[in-house]
């Protein structure tokens, strides 16, 4: 199996990157912010609790997200891989995956950082915010808290796949067309 995690940091192309991945390799996509925005839209206990995190930039605690991962991965048994996307953003949570996989005989291929500054996340966020509704894009404040998120609790999880020869760093500021050719020439290589 094709097991391929992006990471990076909000704004970086993760969901961007991913679309294009799964058309070129067929994948199941696993964004636990798409999973949870679906959840707000059907205006579920877990969603309603979700929201609130979410609209303020904080990170959703580590049991919902494992849960739900752990949910897809059992509802997709035949599935030739998937792209973790957003999913792990904290230690706990790459640890929980690699136990989950573990269960299914399988593994993580590799990590694939894309690498962004601030000032350029916070224009795409913003410039995202203007259409599409989504209250953790439209305000500056939020972004940088979403930053910091990432910078605090997040970034440790790079640490975790390096230490297990996963990990690679590409350039994610570029034409979307160019950074693809990067991940799929990193994705080759797996
Ligand atoms: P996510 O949905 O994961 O939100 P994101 O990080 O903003 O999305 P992404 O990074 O995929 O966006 P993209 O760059 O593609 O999470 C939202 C919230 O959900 C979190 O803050 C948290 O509260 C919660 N959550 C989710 N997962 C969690 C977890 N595991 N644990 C706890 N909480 C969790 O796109 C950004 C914009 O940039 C787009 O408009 C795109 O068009 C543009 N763009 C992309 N590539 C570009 C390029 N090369 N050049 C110019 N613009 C580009």
């Known amino acids: 199996m094709l097991n391929l995690v992006l990471f990076g ?4 192309g993760k969901g961007t990157q991913s ?4 058309e070129k390799y067929g994948l199941i996509h696993l964004s636990t912010g798409d999973i949870l925005r679906g959840e707000i839209t059907q205006g579920t206990t877990l969603g309603l609790e979700a929201k609130k995190l979410m609209d303020d930039g904080k990170l959703v605690p580590d049991e919902v997200v494992i849960g739900m991962i752990s949910n897809k991965l059992d509802a997709n048994p035949d599935a030739k891989g998937f792209i973790f996307d957003g999913f792990p953003r904290t230690v706990a949570q790459a640890t929980a995956l690699d ?11 590799g990590m694939i950082a894309l690498v962004v ?5 916070e224009k795409r966020l ?6 599409s509704g ?41 034409s979307i067309d160019e950074i ?7 994705t080759e290589g797996y």
């Open 134 to 174: 989504r209250p953790d894009d439209a305000n500056p404040e939020i972004i940088r808290k979403r930053i910091n998120e990432y910078n605090t609790k997040t970034t440790p999880v790079a640490e975790f796949y390096k230490n297990q020869n996963k990990f690679t760093s590409i350039n994610g500021v570029g």
């Open 19 to 22: 679309q294009k991945l799964i």
């Open 117 to 121: 500054d601030d000032e350029e996340l």
């Open 9 to 12: 940091p909000p704004g970086a």
């Open 180 to 186: 693809f050719t990067e991940i799929s020439a990193v």
């Open 99 to 109: 136990t989950l996989l573990e269960e299914k005989s399988t593994a993580i291929s």
């Open 126 to 131: 913003l410039e995202r915010g203007k259409t």
